[in-house]
């Protein structure tokens, strides 16, 4: 039975058809027109027609044509007809010449009727007349004389309905060769048992029905009837297709919606998928990959984990990190090879991350603890030689490196505790700055200090944030800047300036812009030019922004960092806000 491929999975091809399937299908129409016209040349001056029987054989022609079986196959429509039992009979029994003419004008009146697409109806017009050209002269070659049935002739009339089956099956393997992008010589070997064997199934009953034509009477009633039991067959073999086709159609949009890359290769090499993830990952199109190889597409290296199933390939590239796994489908020449890749740079990137962070924490914790224990040693061993001043000194050493530590360990947990925030804060909360900044000011160590403070001065943030904030700014400060520092707290508009100032080198241009990113540090070269985690400027930003306010850094005219924290402003309490004022400078 001929097969009629009406689209293709994926897409529809009376939507658009691409240059190359334009330029085939009118090959297949010039042969079709030139055939025809040298068998009307050779008809009308050589030839006598047997009008009786070829007005029977068209007509039989155009039936066959019409007697089709739909299946839906996802976006495509597959058709089966029986244009193989009137074919092979009018290839036997009519002159060459004569058969190639009623093919034409059977083809062409049948097309009409089945499709309004002219693309369609050239194609199928085409490989038709070619198919019957090809089978006759093959037919005239073999045999002597008008058909009659004998052995030779039956003999000859398989070998020509072969040559007549081959050419419907190229004609449609290059047809989908062009849509899909894959090689011809691959689908018409995937599609030879199948499809040969149903339409070579079919050609059989035509040299058959030319038999009983030329022997039994009752030769037309037995090929009705067998038209219709072949259809019946047909119809109950399409519901199997339909299970099938939904089946693959999921298939391939599960393939195609993967956040992975899929490719499979043929046995051969030759990419026969490539899903639009592995598009994306690659930069190669889709269009680019399909039925070419790896190397020619330049990523042989996903090959590299073929050899073990269970091994990952890591693929270290320019701009991020990719997983590969390769995975061996069937044996011999039917083998296949599945390859899926991950696109895993944000995991290597969380990797590094935590194994800096790891060993950050650990440098930083060693450091206090092991100065924290030098101090505590001397200090018991040698507590009765050592005078007040002495003792003074290691018990003041020993509190500079507890309060190190306490601030580690405390941006550590404001930390965990910022990420783990909703982001509902508390706006009706009042916190004045003054009351929290002596406290930070102690904390830190700072002595020296030169405070400027509007009167009535409040926030709308978090007591503890406010006071973290202005640790982290102070600590910054003291670790990287210069004295003197300045430290000043302005109400602009319905924002509240929190602004910590140093007289230190500033911060470098280059590191300016991701100051604020956690883990972040100014280097030269390789080596870090700061101590500590690089946590405490993305703590600032973390707090300010989860209490509606920002932070910003500017390098000062003269020589300097200046850091401004602005938050919302809010109410203070009177009676508060008398008690807890501080004086401009604290020594």
Known sequence: MTARKDGRRGRDVS???????????????????????????????????????VGLLLLALVVANLLEVRTRVGPTMESSTFMEIAAVPTMLLLDPH????VTFAAAVVSESLLTRDLMKHVFNVGWQVAAMVVGAATYSLLT??????????????????????????????????????????????????????????????????????????????????????????????????????????????TVAGSSD?????????????????????????????????????????????????????????????????????????HSSTVITVRDVSREAELTRIREDLVMRISHELRTPLTSLEGFLEVLSEHWHGLDDDGRRELVAASRRGSR???RLVANLMVWAGIESRTGDTERDVATEPVAVLRDALDEVGVTDARIEIEEGVAVAAREEDVRTILVNLLSNATLYGAAPIDVAVRRRGSEVALVVTDAGPGLPLAFQARSFEPFSQATVGLQRTAKGLGMGLAIVRSLATSNGGDVRYEDVPLGGARFTVTLPAAVPQPEVAAGNRLSSSSR
């Not at 004569?98 to 003419?101: G, T």
């Not at 029905?209 to 009752?218: D, F, K, N, R, S």
């Open 144 to 253: 002597d004389g008008p058909f009659a049935g004998t052995p030779a002739q039956v003999a000859a009339a398989l070998v020509a309905s072969a040559a007549f089956v081959l050419v419907n099956h190229l004609a449609f393997s290059g047809l989908l060769a062009i849509l899909s992008g894959r090689r011809v010589r691959t689908i018409a070997l995937e599609e030879l048992p199948s499809s040969t064997r149903d339409n070579y199934g079919a050609a059989v009953i035509g040299v058959l029905v030319g038999v009983l034509l030329e022997h039994v009477a009752i030769a037309v009633p037995l090929v009705l009837l067998l038209g219709v039991m072949l259809r019946q067959r047909q119809l109950a073999r399409s519901d199997g297709y339909e299970r099938l086709a939904a089946e693959r159609d999921r298939l391939d949009r």
């Open 404 to 406: 190190r530590l306490a």
């Open 98 to 101: 004569v058969a190639v003419l």
């Open 15 to 53: 939507a658009s058809y691409p240059r190359g399937l334009q330029r085939y299908v009118a090959g297949w129409s010039l042969v079709a027109v030139l055939s025809a016209v040298v068998a009307a040349g050779s008809v009308l001056r050589y030839g006598s027609v047997p009008w009786l029987v």
């Open 261 to 333: 890359g899929v490719v499979l290769l043929e046995g051969s090499g030759r990419v026969e998928v490539w899903n639009p993830a592995m598009a994306a990952l690659t930069g190669v199109p889709q269009e680019r990959a399909v039925g070419a190889v790896l190397v020619d597409l330049g990523w042989e290296r996903l090959l590299g984990s073929r050899t073990d199933a269970d091994e990952e390939l890591r693929l270290e590239l320019a701009d991020g990190v990719l997983a590969v796994r390769c995975a061996v489908v069937g044996t011999g020449p």
